[in-house]
């Protein structure tokens, strides 16, 4: 059967994830094929992608070096573990992912997705804790309004009601959360950081840490601008004083770079555009470019070798996942991580796409319902007023709506998000931003 013409018997089946399915098996969005910048439909139409899909493309579609990396790959050794046994692209993979990140991070641990990156990383940090002597630290500190994934405990750390609230008692007890950083009464259309409002991360010392007591926490893990939740970006200094507050309890920092790592600051990661350095690194999504599923955690020396030098012997880590390391999937990195070295996408800095990307979010400013427009680098959001006992149904209608005119834009919440590929060009920006401006003068 021709997968342009699916009929409704055919789409059935398929529980398709954080989805109406009802309602888009009444009208599917189908893409049959895509190359750079965007996709193709069925009908031969081209939708541009201005999320990199789900803030993952930042190479663009179907680069070549990237497609013939796992071809090439797929014919010579389809699968092999990394139990006890091995091949060298993990191994390359990891040495190159070392090469880019913070200077004393040199250590990745390899998993399929960001969720499995976050759960991994919280049990580092457990397992972390309890090694060097901390057993009671079994406490994790996480935020408002976070998407850390969808494993129980990446929800159990996550901020966003609406993906935890069917679990209810069955989410990890000894959590808690952070304020999140948003504040429209006070810094509403900012450009990049706001210059007021690190303070909030002392919330962590004055009233977390008093509460549960250091003794008992292992971990803060933060986004270090929350994508999923809305594209929140910290206050000026504000992740400063997160990484101070916990080395100065014995804490460890994660930062959840799913979003942020792979240039989208015009950085390889976050850390390094905002000058911190966490002790453990999340990353998925742009190290593939979306085209192949890989994830992992960037550890530090010290909580490496905390773990090499434990006592006795044995495997240090009860803890990996069948495909840990796949061949297609690092095949896959390397053709990405060679496709971001030639075209130096991963250190694009502050140059004129990243300023005219800023100057095009904030031309929403006045304009019909926005109530918040806000960037760092290639990410950004503006924020619509909610529909009276609907939230979220104007940013889906923008959404449907720029869809059928040829752009795909996010909805996440009341806020429509924008984070094209880094490949992105001036025109792709007007095409972007005009179609937005244009659909938003038709929303009730
Ligand atoms: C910050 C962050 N962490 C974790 C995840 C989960 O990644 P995955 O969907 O690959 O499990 C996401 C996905 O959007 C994310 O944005």
Same mark, same amino acid.
């Given at each position: 059967?021709?997968?342009?013409?699916?009929?409704?018997?055919?789409?059935?089946?398929?529980?398709?994830?954080?989805?109406?399915?009802?309602?888009?098996?009444?009208?599917?969005?189908?893409?049959?094929?895509?190359?750079?910048?965007?996709?193709?439909?069925?009908?031969?139409?081209?939708?541009?992608?201005?999320?990199?899909?789900?803030?993952?493309?930042?190479?663009?579609?179907?680069?070549?070096?990237?497609?013939?990396?796992?071809?090439?790959?797929?014919?010579?050794?389809?699968?092999?573990?990394?139990?006890?046994?091995?091949?060298?692209?993990?191994?390359?993979?990891?040495?190159?992912?070392?090469?880019?990140?913070?200077?004393?991070?040199?250590?990745?641990?390899?998993? /399929?997705?960001?969720?499995?990156?976050?759960?991994?990383? &919280?049990?580092?940090?457990?397992?972390?804790?309890?090694?060097?002597?901390?057993?009671?630290? /079994? @406490?994790?500190?996480?935020?408002?309004?976070?998407?850390?994934?969808?494993?129980?405990?990446?929800?159990?750390?996550?901020?966003?009601?609406?993906?935890?609230?069917?679990?209810?008692?069955?989410?990890?007890?000894?959590?808690?959360?952070?304020?999140?950083?948003?504040?429209?009464?006070?810094?509403?259309?900012?450009?990049?950081?706001?210059?007021?409002?690190?303070?909030?991360?002392?919330? &962590?010392?004055?009233?977390?840490?008093?509460? %549960?007591?250091?003794?008992?926490?292992?971990?803060?893990?933060?986004?270090?601008?929350?994508?999923?939740?809305?594209?929140?970006?910290?206050?000026?200094?504000?992740?400063?004083?997160?990484?101070?507050?916990?080395?100065?309890?014995?804490?460890?920092?994660?930062?959840?770079?799913?979003?942020?790592?792979?240039?989208?600051?015009?950085?390889?990661?976050?850390?390094?555009?905002? $000058?911190?350095?966490?002790?453990?690194?999340?990353?998925?999504?742009?190290?593939?470019?979306?085209?192949?599923?890989?994830?992992?955690?960037?550890?530090?020396?010290?909580?490496?070798?905390?773990?090499?030098?434990?006592?006795?012997?044995?495997?240090?880590?009860?803890?990996?996942?069948?495909?840990?390391?796949?061949?297609?999937?690092?095949?896959?990195?390397?053709?990405?991580?060679?496709?971001?070295?030639?075209?130096?996408?991963?250190?694009?800095?502050? $140059?004129?796409?990243?300023?005219?990307?800023?100057?095009?979010? %904030?031309?929403?400013?006045?304009?019909? %319902?926005?109530?918040?427009?806000?960037?760092?680098? &290639?990410?950004?959001?503006?924020? &619509?007023?909610?529909?009276?006992?609907?939230?979220?149904? @104007?940013?889906?209608?923008?959404?449907?709506?720029?869809?059928?005119?040829?752009?795909?834009?996010?909805?996440?919440?009341?806020?429509?998000?924008?984070?094209?590929?880094?490949?992105? @060009?001036?025109?792709?920006?007007?095409?972007?931003?005009?179609?937005?401006?244009?659909?938003?003068?038709?929303?009730?």
């Amino acid at each position: 059967m021709s997968t342009d013409t699916l009929d409704r018997k055919t789409l059935e089946p398929y529980w398709m994830p954080f989805t109406d399915n009802k309602r888009f098996k009444e009208a599917p969005r189908m893409v049959s094929s895509a190359e750079g910048m965007y996709y193709v439909a069925p009908d031969g139409s081209r939708i541009l992608d201005g999320l990199a899909t789900l803030w993952c493309v930042n190479a663009g579609h179907c680069r070549p070096r990237i497609v013939e990396a796992i071809r090439a790959q797929a014919g010579v050794l389809d699968y092999a573990s990394s139990f006890s046994m091995g091949h060298p692209l993990p191994f390359q993979v990891a040495a190159r992912i070392a090469e880019i990140a913070p200077e004393t991070m040199n250590h990745v641990f390899f998993t /399929n997705s960001g969720s499995e990156a976050v759960d991994t990383a &919280l049990k580092i940090a457990l397992a972390y804790q309890r090694l060097r002597g901390e057993g009671t630290r /079994n @406490r994790l500190i996480g935020r408002e309004r976070a998407y850390h994934g969808v494993n129980l405990a990446g929800i159990s750390v996550s901020g966003i009601p609406t993906n935890r609230k069917a679990y209810g008692n069955s989410l990890l007890p000894n959590v808690d959360h952070l304020a999140h950083t948003q504040d429209l009464s006070t810094r509403a259309f900012v450009r990049g950081q706001a210059d007021q409002g690190a303070e909030l991360a002392d919330e &962590l010392e004055q009233r977390i840490i008093p509460l %549960h007591g250091a003794e008992n926490i292992a971990a803060v893990i933060v986004e270090p601008v929350s994508g999923a939740g809305g594209v929140l970006v910290p206050p000026q200094g504000y992740l400063q004083r997160l990484r101070d507050i916990c080395t100065r309890h014995g804490i460890l920092l994660i930062f959840d770079e799913v979003i942020t790592g792979w240039g989208r600051l015009g950085t390889p990661f976050a850390s390094q555009f905002f $000058g911190v350095t966490p002790d453990l690194m999340t990353f998925a999504k742009g190290v593939t470019s979306g085209s192949a599923p890989l994830g992992g955690v960037i550890v530090s020396d010290a909580v490496y070798d905390t773990f090499m030098n434990a006592p006795g012997g044995g495997i240090q880590f009860f803890h990996g996942y069948t495909y840990s390391g796949h061949p297609l999937a690092c095949a896959a990195a390397m053709g990405t991580l060679d496709t971001y070295a030639e075209e130096n996408l991963l250190h694009h800095g502050d $140059g004129p796409i990243v300023r005219q990307f800023e100057e095009g979010v %904030h031309a929403f400013a006045e304009r019909p %319902h926005v109530i918040d427009a806000r960037n760092l680098g &290639l990410i950004g959001a503006i924020e &619509l007023a909610p529909r009276d006992g609907a939230p979220g149904a @104007r940013a889906f209608e923008v959404f449907e709506k720029c869809w059928q005119s040829g752009v795909f834009v996010r909805p996440v919440g009341d806020a429509v998000a924008f984070c094209p590929p880094l490949i992105v @060009r001036p025109e792709h920006l007007d095409q972007m931003f005009g179609t937005v401006l244009e659909v938003l003068d038709t929303v009730a």
